[in-house]
C-alpha cells in the first residue's frame, strides 16, 4: 500500500471518527473539575468518553458518562428503533401506547406514601382471551428507572385495576415510576412516566396540587394565549382550567368565593372562565386562546384546579395572577 493509499484512508477513518463523536444526539459539555484539574480535549474520542465534565445527551435526557448513555440505549432500544413500516425511527420521547399490542396500559397516581414505601397503582386492558405480563420500574430519576417488580401474569378476567407495593426507599426522595407490560407475541407498552415524592416524618400527610400561571403569548388585539401547569401531586382527578377577565378582584378572589368551576359565575368582561382537562393525573402544561378580546386593554387571569382532598371535599388552587394588555 502506497503512501497516497495510507494517507487516504487515514483522512477517511478521521472523518467517520468525527461523524460518530459529534452526531448531533450526543451532546457534550466542557469545563473544569472543582480542584482546578485541566478538562480533556473536548474533540477528541478520549476526551469525549473519558472526561466526566462532559454531559452526555440523548433528546431532552442527560447522562454523566458516555457508558451511561450505552447503557441506557441498551436497555431502552424500543426508543429508538424503527417502527414496523420500517420508515420512521423514534425520536427520544416518553413511549407511548402502541396500536399493535395486544395489551394497554396507564399508570395512575401512587397511594399509601410512607416514608420508606407506596403503593403505584395501574389500569391494565387486555383483549378478550389474551394475557400479558405487568411489573413498574421506578427510580429516583426520571431517565434511568433502575428498580423494577417482579411481573405478574394477568388475563383479560383478572386484569383492569393492578397495585403493587414497593418498599426499601429512602424518606423525603422523589420518586418516578412507569407501568409495563409485554403481550404474548413480546410486544411492550408503556404507561406514562408519573412521580410521587416519600414522607419525611412517615405521618404520610398528601401534598396539595402545585399550580403555576405562565407568561402569555401571541398577544394581539382581540386574542392571546395564556398558559399554566399543573402538578397533582398526591391526588388525582384534577379538573383544570383558566379564569381571565378585566376585574382583578373577581379573578384574585376565585378560591375564596366559589367551591368548584361549575360555581364560578362569568360575569361579561369582567370574569371569564374555560375548562381545559377533566381528569388530570400526574402533570401537565396548559395553553388556551381567547379570542374576543378588547384592544388596548389590560386583562388578568389564573390557572386553576378543582380536586377532591383528603376529606374527600372539592378544593379549588390557583396559580399567582398574571396579567397582559392588548395591542
Known amino acids: 500500500m502506497n503512501k497516497k493509499t495510507l494517507l487516504g484512508a487515514f483522512i477517511i477513518f478521521s472523518f467517520v471518527l468525527t461523524t460518530l463523536v459529534t452526531v448531533p444526539t450526543v451532546d457534550a459539555k466542557q ?11 473536548g474533540n477528541s474520542l478520549y476526551g469525549r468518553m473519558h472526561n466526566p465534565n462532559f454531559m452526555y445527551k440523548w433528546g431532552n435526557q442527560n447522562f454523566g458518562s458516555f457508558e451511561n448513555l450505552l447503557k441506557y440505549l441498551q436497555e431502552n432500544s424500543h426508543l429508538w428503533k424503527k417502527n414496523k413500516t420500517g420508515k420512521t425511527p423514534c425520536t427520544f420521547c416518553e413511549a407511548t401506547t402502541s396500536s399493535s399490542t395486544l395489551v394497554n396500559v396507564i399508570t395512575k ?4 406514601i410512607d416514608d420508606d414505601s407506596a403503593t403505584l397503582g395501574a389500569t391494565v386492558e387486555l383483549d378478550e382471551g389474551e394475557t400479558a405480563e405487568v411489573w413498574f420500574k421506578y427510580g429516583t ?17 383478572d386484569a383492569d385495576s393492578y397495585t403493587k407495593e414497593i418498599t426499601g426507599l429512602d ?24 412521580y410521587f415524592t416519600t414522607d419525611e416524618t412517615g405521618t404520610s400527610e398528601e401534598v396539595a396540587p402545585t399550580v403555576t400561571t405562565r407568561t402569555p403569548a401571541e398577544i394581539t ?22 379564569v381571565y377577565g378585566t376585574d382583578e378582584d373577581s379573578i ?7 367551591d ?9 368582561d369582567e370574569l371569564n372562565k374555560a375548562q381545559v382537562e377533566d381528569d388530570l393525573d400526574g402533570e401537565a402544561s396548559y395553553e388556551h386562546e381567547v379570542e374576543d378580546l378588547d384592544g388596548d386593554t389590560k386583562y388578568y387571569y389564573r390557572v386553576g384546579v378543582q380536586y ?3 376529606d374527600g371535599e372539592d378544593t379549588l388552587v390557583l396559580g399567582e395572577t398574571e396579567t397582559l394588555t392588548t395591542e
Do not use: Q, W
Open 260 to 268: 368548584t368551576f361549575a360555581d364560578i359565575d362569568e360575569s361579561g
Open 109 to 112: 397516581s401512587a397511594t399509601n
Open 31 to 41: 469545563g473544569e473539575d472543582s480542584v482546578g484539574k485541566p478538562a480533556f480535549p
Open 171 to 194: 424518606e423525603n426522595t422523589r420518586y418516578y415510576y412507569r407501568v409495563v407490560a409485554e403481550d404474548e407475541e413480546d410486544n411492550l407498552d408503556y404507561g406514562k412516566i408519573l
Open 308 to 310: 377532591e382532598n383528603e
Open 141 to 157: 430519576t426520571s431517565s434511568k428507572l433502575t428498580s423494577e417488580t417482579d411481573k405478574v401474569t394477568l388475563d383479560d378476567e
Open 252 to 258: 384574585d378572589n376565585i378560591a375564596d368565593d366559589f
Open 221 to 242: 388585539d382581540d386574542s392571546a394565549t395564556i398558559r399554566g401547569r399543573v402538578e397533582m401531586e398526591d391526588f388525582e382527578n384534577g379538573i383544570v382550567f383558566f
